[in-house]
């Protein structure tokens, strides 16, 4: 029997199995789209909103009170006021606040006076991101309010608006944020986020798959089919978990950048092809992993400790260049990493081939490893003389 008929009854084996283990399309289907849905839904407002922030009025002027108001107006804050600082540390205390704004006594003397009144704000760190919006969206406030009444005072002083504005803001800041214009937190981490557990997804899935021939010891009965071929035996379950993976890839990309409007500066068939890498490279890792510890549960979780770390290390969250360098060289064995910066180049600033073109290459060097385990993981299959729990 020919190669091809060989791989193509391996196939069909695997096929049957997927028929009677249903728990393959619903740990990869099933899990991706509950993924896709909670992230997707989490952040479809782009950012939180209604942060709450406590305000303690020390100074109960007409400029506080517009300070107050301006901050509950935007989208980010919603104040609560306290009589007390101490009423206002306790519901700090209990989670209820993300900040306290501490307005002092006499402020809007001290600022019509060119004196420097001092606010006094809380954080509450533990919540990161909401500690920081809070802090941002406060620290902002502060300022266009002292703008303000410098404003009024400047103009009092017979100042026309162009010397005004240059006490003011000396000088004027042209902000651009490439790639994600309305600092939408779900366009920065969903983008990485759900084809990192696709990668994960694929690392479990065909670890199991390898895994479970041993577990079962259905593993000499693959042989058999595969014509005593481990190459034959890999191509033929690879042909339909590659299907499988892909087709989920592409769905995610479609949903992403075509349904759901995620900004895109390149091509959405580019990054079709980069999650088909993506896919390639998680496969070749997972059979490295079986391949070195022909063990179904040391395996399994071998393989989801790696893929964890590959968000750490992907450099989406904390710049890789920042970590120390021994860091720096073991994120370039995770294939996630090189997906983000085929990302980075594609989506964010549009450079074509020649902006990724070596993560690519980088990509395809990890179908090399399954070469180096391709013995052991037969004599593996043959012997089965590993532990199958």
Same mark, same amino acid.
């Given at each position: 029997m020919g190669t091809w008929h060989e791989i193509w009854a391996v196939v069909r084996r695997e096929l049957r199995i997927f028929r009677q283990r249903p728990v393959y399309l619903i740990g990869s289907i099933g899990t991706l789209a509950f993924c896709a849905i909670f992230f997707l839904t989490f952040f479809r407002d782009g950012l939180p909103h209604d /942060?709450? !922030?406590? !305000?303690? +009025? =020390? +100074? %109960? #002027? #007409? /400029? #506080? %009170? =517009?300070? !107050? $108001? $301006? /901050? +509950?107006a935007t989208q980010l804050g919603k104040t609560i006021v306290y009589e007390t600082f101490e009423q206002a540390r306790e519901d700090m205390i209990s989670g209820k606040l993300t900040s306290i704004c501490v307005i002092p006594e006499g402020m809007y003397a001290d600022v019509s006076a060119n004196r420097r009144p001092t606010f006094t704000y809380y954080l509450n760190s533990l919540y990161f991101v909401g500690g920081a919006l809070a802090y941002k969206d406060i620290l902002t406030m502060i300022n266009l309010t002292n703008g303000a009444v410098q404003r009024q005072v400047l103009r009092a002083k017979g100042m026309n608006e162009r010397e005004i504005m240059g006490r003011i803001r000396p000088i004027d800041i042209d902000t651009h944020q490439i790639g994600n214009v309305t600092t939408n937190y779900g366009y920065y981490l969903t983008n990485i986020m759900l084809p990192g557990i696709l990668e994960m997804i694929v690392i479990i899935i065909v670890i199991y798959s390898l895994g479970a021939e041993l577990k079962y010891g259905t593993s000499r009965h693959l042989l058999r089919v595969s014509g005593d071929s481990m190459l034959n035996a890999l191509a033929g379950k690879l042909i339909v978990y590659t299907l499988l993976f892909f087709s989920m890839g592409l769905t995610l990309v479609v949903l992403l950048y075509h349904w759901m409007h995620f900004p895109i500066a390149g091509s959405l068939w580019n990054m079709a092809l980069a999650i088909f890498l993506l896919v390639l490279a998680s496969e070749a890792i997972a059979i490295f992993i079986i391949g070195c510890l022909p063990v179904p549960r040391l395996a399994l979780s071998i393989g989801a400790l790696y893929s964890v770390l590959g968000f750490s290390l992907s450099g989406f969250t904390l710049p890789i260049e920042a970590m120390t360098p021994w860091i720096q060289g073991w994120s370039a064995g995770f294939p996630l990493r090189h997906y983000y910066l085929f990302y980075v180049q594609e989506v964010i600033f549009g450079a074509g081939f020649a902006g990724w073109w070596q993560e690519v290459i980088h990509l395809l060097v990890f179908l090399l490893l399954p070469l180096a385990v391709l013995p052991r993981l037969k004599k593996a299959f043959i012997y089965q003389n590993f532990p199958k729990e």
């Amino acid at each position: 029997m020919g190669t091809w008929h060989e791989i193509w009854a391996v196939v069909r084996r695997e096929l049957r199995i997927f028929r009677q283990r249903p728990v393959y399309l619903i740990g990869s289907i099933g899990t991706l789209a509950f993924c896709a849905i909670f992230f997707l839904t989490f952040f479809r407002d782009g950012l939180p909103h209604d /942060l709450p !922030i406590g !305000i303690v +009025d =020390n +100074d %109960r #002027s #007409s /400029l #506080s %009170r =517009n300070f !107050i $108001q $301006q /901050l +509950d107006a935007t989208q980010l804050g919603k104040t609560i006021v306290y009589e007390t600082f101490e009423q206002a540390r306790e519901d700090m205390i209990s989670g209820k606040l993300t900040s306290i704004c501490v307005i002092p006594e006499g402020m809007y003397a001290d600022v019509s006076a060119n004196r420097r009144p001092t606010f006094t704000y809380y954080l509450n760190s533990l919540y990161f991101v909401g500690g920081a919006l809070a802090y941002k969206d406060i620290l902002t406030m502060i300022n266009l309010t002292n703008g303000a009444v410098q404003r009024q005072v400047l103009r009092a002083k017979g100042m026309n608006e162009r010397e005004i504005m240059g006490r003011i803001r000396p000088i004027d800041i042209d902000t651009h944020q490439i790639g994600n214009v309305t600092t939408n937190y779900g366009y920065y981490l969903t983008n990485i986020m759900l084809p990192g557990i696709l990668e994960m997804i694929v690392i479990i899935i065909v670890i199991y798959s390898l895994g479970a021939e041993l577990k079962y010891g259905t593993s000499r009965h693959l042989l058999r089919v595969s014509g005593d071929s481990m190459l034959n035996a890999l191509a033929g379950k690879l042909i339909v978990y590659t299907l499988l993976f892909f087709s989920m890839g592409l769905t995610l990309v479609v949903l992403l950048y075509h349904w759901m409007h995620f900004p895109i500066a390149g091509s959405l068939w580019n990054m079709a092809l980069a999650i088909f890498l993506l896919v390639l490279a998680s496969e070749a890792i997972a059979i490295f992993i079986i391949g070195c510890l022909p063990v179904p549960r040391l395996a399994l979780s071998i393989g989801a400790l790696y893929s964890v770390l590959g968000f750490s290390l992907s450099g989406f969250t904390l710049p890789i260049e920042a970590m120390t360098p021994w860091i720096q060289g073991w994120s370039a064995g995770f294939p996630l990493r090189h997906y983000y910066l085929f990302y980075v180049q594609e989506v964010i600033f549009g450079a074509g081939f020649a902006g990724w073109w070596q993560e690519v290459i980088h990509l395809l060097v990890f179908l090399l490893l399954p070469l180096a385990v391709l013995p052991r993981l037969k004599k593996a299959f043959i012997y089965q003389n590993f532990p199958k729990e």
